[in-house]
Protein backbone atom coordinates (compact mmCIF):
# COMPACT_ATOMS: atom_id res chain seq x y z
CA UNK A 1 0.00 0.00 0.00
CA UNK A 2 1.58 3.40 -1.29
CA UNK A 3 1.68 5.17 2.30
CA UNK A 4 2.38 8.48 0.65
CA UNK A 5 0.11 10.76 -0.98
CA UNK A 6 0.47 14.39 -2.67
CA UNK A 7 0.30 17.22 0.11
CA UNK A 8 -2.18 19.80 -1.35
CA UNK A 9 -0.19 22.90 -3.26
CA UNK A 10 3.65 21.84 -1.69
CA UNK A 11 3.72 18.37 -2.93
CA UNK A 12 5.28 17.32 -0.22
CA UNK A 13 5.04 13.42 1.21
CA UNK A 14 3.66 12.89 4.44
CA UNK A 15 2.53 9.77 5.96
CA UNK A 16 -1.43 8.22 6.85
CA UNK A 17 0.03 8.95 10.77
CA UNK A 18 0.36 13.15 9.62
CA UNK A 19 3.00 14.98 9.15
CA UNK A 20 6.25 15.09 10.56
CA UNK A 21 6.04 18.55 12.04
CA UNK A 22 2.39 17.15 13.53
CA UNK A 23 4.52 14.10 14.99
CA UNK A 24 7.21 16.25 16.38
CA UNK A 25 4.72 18.39 17.85
CA UNK A 26 2.93 15.50 19.54
CA UNK A 27 6.66 14.72 20.98
CA UNK A 28 7.62 18.28 22.04
CA UNK A 29 7.80 18.94 26.14
CA UNK A 30 5.83 21.74 25.04
CA UNK A 31 2.74 19.92 24.44
CA UNK A 32 2.96 18.56 27.54
CA UNK A 33 3.06 15.12 26.44
CA UNK A 34 0.63 14.72 24.42
CA UNK A 35 -1.91 16.95 26.87
CA UNK A 36 -3.11 20.55 26.73
CA UNK A 37 -0.49 22.67 25.65
CA UNK A 38 1.52 24.77 27.82
CA UNK A 39 1.91 28.16 27.33
CA UNK A 40 4.66 29.93 27.66
CA UNK A 41 6.06 33.60 26.56
CA UNK A 42 7.78 33.98 23.56
CA UNK A 43 10.94 33.48 22.88
CA UNK A 44 12.78 35.76 20.74
CA UNK A 45 16.17 34.04 19.82
CA UNK A 46 14.49 31.59 17.86
CA UNK A 47 13.94 27.66 18.96
CA UNK A 48 12.03 26.37 21.81
CA UNK A 49 10.17 29.32 23.90
CA UNK A 50 11.63 29.96 27.59
CA UNK A 51 9.64 29.22 30.65
CA UNK A 52 7.48 31.46 31.88
CA UNK A 53 8.72 31.17 35.53
CA UNK A 54 11.61 29.43 36.94
CA UNK A 55 11.45 28.51 40.58
CA UNK A 56 14.88 27.22 42.49
CA UNK A 57 14.07 24.52 45.00
CA UNK A 58 15.91 22.82 47.76
CA UNK A 59 16.46 19.18 46.74
CA UNK A 60 15.49 16.85 49.61
CA UNK A 61 17.91 16.02 52.48
CA UNK A 62 18.33 12.67 50.53
CA UNK A 63 19.86 14.46 47.83
CA UNK A 64 21.74 17.49 49.02
CA UNK A 65 25.39 17.13 49.21
CA UNK A 66 26.04 18.94 52.47
CA UNK A 67 24.30 18.17 55.89
CA UNK A 68 23.12 20.47 58.31
CA UNK A 69 25.49 22.71 58.98
CA UNK A 70 23.68 24.47 61.74
CA UNK A 71 25.39 22.39 64.78
CA UNK A 72 28.82 23.81 63.51
CA UNK A 73 27.39 27.54 62.92
CA UNK A 74 25.70 27.48 66.82
CA UNK A 75 28.58 25.91 68.83
CA UNK A 76 31.36 28.14 66.80
CA UNK A 77 29.23 30.89 68.06
CA UNK A 78 28.19 29.48 71.88
CA UNK A 79 32.08 28.89 72.14
CA UNK A 80 33.27 32.12 71.53
CA UNK A 81 30.60 34.42 72.51
CA UNK A 82 30.80 32.43 76.22
CA UNK A 83 34.52 33.26 76.54
CA UNK A 84 34.25 36.98 75.44
CA UNK A 85 30.97 37.52 77.98
CA UNK A 86 33.36 36.03 80.77
CA UNK A 87 36.10 38.47 79.93
CA UNK A 88 34.19 41.50 79.37
CA UNK A 89 32.13 40.58 82.79
CA UNK A 90 35.34 40.22 84.98
CA UNK A 91 34.67 36.63 85.64
CA UNK A 92 38.28 35.24 84.76
CA UNK A 93 40.39 38.23 84.42
CA UNK A 94 39.19 41.16 85.39
CA UNK A 95 37.34 43.06 83.81
CA UNK A 96 38.39 45.28 80.15
CA UNK A 97 41.43 42.18 80.26
CA UNK A 98 41.91 39.23 78.48
CA UNK A 99 39.73 40.24 75.56
CA UNK A 100 43.02 39.92 73.12
CA UNK A 101 43.88 36.42 73.44
CA UNK A 102 40.35 36.30 71.61
CA UNK A 103 41.99 36.92 68.55
CA UNK A 104 42.48 33.71 67.08
CA UNK A 105 38.82 32.20 67.96
CA UNK A 106 37.46 35.57 66.74
CA UNK A 107 39.15 35.09 63.19
CA UNK A 108 38.95 31.23 62.78
CA UNK A 109 36.65 29.29 64.74
CA UNK A 110 33.14 32.23 65.15
CA UNK A 111 35.08 34.18 61.71
CA UNK A 112 35.86 31.84 59.25
CA UNK A 113 33.69 28.23 60.52
CA UNK A 114 30.65 30.19 61.20
CA UNK A 115 31.23 31.46 58.05
CA UNK A 116 31.24 28.70 56.19
CA UNK A 117 28.33 27.10 57.98
CA UNK A 118 26.19 29.90 56.91
CA UNK A 119 27.00 29.24 53.16
CA UNK A 120 25.96 25.53 53.16
CA UNK A 121 23.39 26.74 55.39
CA UNK A 122 22.03 28.56 51.97
CA UNK A 123 23.38 25.58 49.70
CA UNK A 124 20.77 23.56 51.26
CA UNK A 125 18.40 26.10 51.33
CA UNK A 126 17.99 27.13 54.44
CA UNK A 127 18.13 30.89 53.74
CA UNK A 128 17.30 32.32 57.26
CA UNK A 129 20.41 30.30 59.11
CA UNK A 130 22.39 31.02 55.98
CA UNK A 131 22.14 35.17 56.72
CA UNK A 132 22.41 34.55 60.70
CA UNK A 133 25.84 32.08 60.29
CA UNK A 134 27.48 34.48 57.35
CA UNK A 135 26.68 38.11 59.01
CA UNK A 136 28.08 36.78 62.28
CA UNK A 137 30.98 35.11 61.37
CA UNK A 138 31.95 38.20 59.23
CA UNK A 139 31.49 40.11 62.01
CA UNK A 140 33.11 37.99 64.32
CA UNK A 141 36.24 37.95 61.45
CA UNK A 142 36.81 41.79 61.69
CA UNK A 143 36.34 41.84 65.16
CA UNK A 144 39.58 39.35 65.16
CA UNK A 145 41.35 40.83 62.45
CA UNK A 146 41.16 44.44 64.06
CA UNK A 147 43.17 42.89 66.97
CA UNK A 148 45.72 41.75 64.71
CA UNK A 149 48.98 43.77 65.35
CA UNK A 150 50.40 45.94 62.23
CA UNK A 151 46.60 45.94 60.94
CA UNK A 152 46.10 49.62 62.12
CA UNK A 153 42.73 49.56 63.74
CA UNK A 154 44.32 49.75 67.21
CA UNK A 155 46.86 52.12 66.31
CA UNK A 156 44.15 54.59 64.84
CA UNK A 157 41.54 54.67 67.43
CA UNK A 158 44.76 55.04 70.06
CA UNK A 159 45.07 58.54 68.39
CA UNK A 160 41.58 59.16 68.64
CA UNK A 161 39.74 60.49 71.66
CA UNK A 162 38.61 57.79 73.85
CA UNK A 163 35.13 58.84 74.34
CA UNK A 164 34.95 59.16 70.34
CA UNK A 165 36.16 55.44 70.78
CA UNK A 166 33.52 54.72 72.76
CA UNK A 167 30.38 55.92 70.84
CA UNK A 168 31.41 54.95 67.78
CA UNK A 169 31.24 51.10 69.06
CA UNK A 170 28.39 52.07 70.60
CA UNK A 171 26.69 52.77 67.20
CA UNK A 172 28.20 49.75 65.56
CA UNK A 173 26.22 48.06 68.22
CA UNK A 174 23.13 49.13 67.76
CA UNK A 175 22.78 48.88 63.94
CA UNK A 176 23.50 44.74 64.74
CA UNK A 177 20.63 45.61 67.24
CA UNK A 178 18.67 46.09 64.54
CA UNK A 179 19.45 43.00 62.63
CA UNK A 180 19.25 40.73 65.74
CA UNK A 181 15.84 42.22 66.40
CA UNK A 182 14.79 40.86 62.90
CA UNK A 183 16.33 37.30 63.23
CA UNK A 184 14.21 37.64 66.57
CA UNK A 185 11.23 38.13 65.28
CA UNK A 186 12.10 35.83 62.29
CA UNK A 187 11.88 32.84 64.85
CA UNK A 188 8.74 33.86 67.03
CA UNK A 189 7.05 30.27 65.44
CA UNK A 190 10.32 28.35 66.54
CA UNK A 191 11.48 26.41 69.63
CA UNK A 192 11.44 28.10 72.57
CA UNK A 193 15.26 27.64 72.84
CA UNK A 194 15.98 29.36 69.47
CA UNK A 195 13.74 32.08 71.21
CA UNK A 196 15.82 32.61 74.07
CA UNK A 197 19.38 32.29 71.90
CA UNK A 198 18.03 35.52 70.05
CA UNK A 199 16.38 37.37 73.09
CA UNK A 200 19.06 36.96 75.36
CA UNK A 201 21.57 38.03 72.37
CA UNK A 202 19.12 41.34 71.79
CA UNK A 203 19.38 42.10 75.40
CA UNK A 204 23.58 41.84 75.17
CA UNK A 205 23.50 44.10 72.33
CA UNK A 206 21.60 46.76 73.66
CA UNK A 207 22.91 46.76 76.64
CA UNK A 208 26.85 47.10 75.15
CA UNK A 209 25.38 49.59 73.48
CA UNK A 210 24.22 51.72 76.31
CA UNK A 211 27.03 50.94 78.25
CA UNK A 212 29.37 52.24 75.15
CA UNK A 213 27.24 55.48 75.10
CA UNK A 214 27.28 56.32 78.77
CA UNK A 215 30.33 55.10 79.64
CA UNK A 216 29.11 52.61 82.42
CA UNK A 217 30.59 49.58 82.93
CA UNK A 218 28.05 48.04 85.45
CA UNK A 219 25.40 48.23 82.15
CA UNK A 220 27.96 46.65 80.01
CA UNK A 221 29.01 44.05 82.50
CA UNK A 222 25.12 43.37 82.27
CA UNK A 223 25.38 42.59 78.73
CA UNK A 224 28.05 40.69 79.24
CA UNK A 225 26.33 38.22 81.26
CA UNK A 226 23.40 38.47 78.73
CA UNK A 227 25.70 37.32 76.34
CA UNK A 228 27.40 34.62 78.60
CA UNK A 229 23.85 33.04 78.52
CA UNK A 230 23.22 33.73 75.31
CA UNK A 231 26.25 31.56 74.51
CA UNK A 232 25.16 28.60 76.68
CA UNK A 233 21.61 28.51 74.77
CA UNK A 234 23.91 28.61 71.26
CA UNK A 235 25.37 25.63 72.35
CA UNK A 236 22.21 23.79 73.92
CA UNK A 237 20.58 24.29 70.62
CA UNK A 238 23.54 22.48 68.68
CA UNK A 239 23.96 19.77 71.37
CA UNK A 240 19.94 19.31 70.46
CA UNK A 241 20.82 18.78 66.89
CA UNK A 242 23.52 16.66 67.04
CA UNK A 243 22.02 14.30 70.26
CA UNK A 244 18.81 12.78 68.95
CA UNK A 245 17.02 9.00 69.22
CA UNK A 246 19.75 8.35 66.39
CA UNK A 247 22.90 8.60 68.62
CA UNK A 248 21.43 9.70 71.80
CA UNK A 249 18.92 7.52 74.34
CA UNK A 250 16.38 10.96 73.90
CA UNK A 251 15.60 14.14 71.79
CA UNK A 252 17.35 17.20 73.98
CA UNK A 253 13.88 19.11 74.75
CA UNK A 254 13.54 22.38 72.91
CA UNK A 255 10.46 23.76 73.69
CA UNK A 256 8.11 23.42 70.60
CA UNK A 257 5.31 25.52 71.67
CA UNK A 258 3.56 26.24 68.03
CA UNK A 259 1.48 23.71 65.90
CA UNK A 260 1.18 25.47 62.46
CA UNK A 261 -2.14 25.34 61.05
CA UNK A 262 -3.24 22.85 58.31
CA UNK A 263 -3.91 24.72 54.95
CA UNK A 264 -5.45 22.91 52.03
CA UNK A 265 -3.81 23.89 48.43
CA UNK A 266 -6.01 24.11 45.32
CA UNK A 267 -6.51 20.71 44.95
CA UNK A 268 -7.82 20.08 48.46
CA UNK A 269 -4.55 18.18 49.97
CA UNK A 270 -3.62 19.04 53.43
CA UNK A 271 -0.33 20.69 53.90
CA UNK A 272 1.22 22.57 56.89
CA UNK A 273 1.49 26.28 57.05
Not at 41 to 50: F, L, N, V
Not at 111 to 133: K, R, V
Request: glycine share 12%; aromatic share 12%; net charge negative.
Amino acid sequence: MDITQPSAGAGAATTDHGSFTEQKSQMSPLNNGGGPPVNYPAYPYGGEPAPQEIRIIAPPVQFRRFGNAAALGLITFGICTVQQSMMDAGMSVGYGHGTRSMTAQSISVAGIAQFAAGLWQIANGDTFEGAAFTSFGAAWFAKGLAQVPGVGVEAYQNNESPDLVRKQKGLIALTWGFWVTILLLGNVKSHVANIVLFATLNLEIYFECAGAWTGDERITKTGAWFGFFCGLSAMYNAAAILLNEENFWFNLPVGNWYTPTPLRDEEGDLYEE
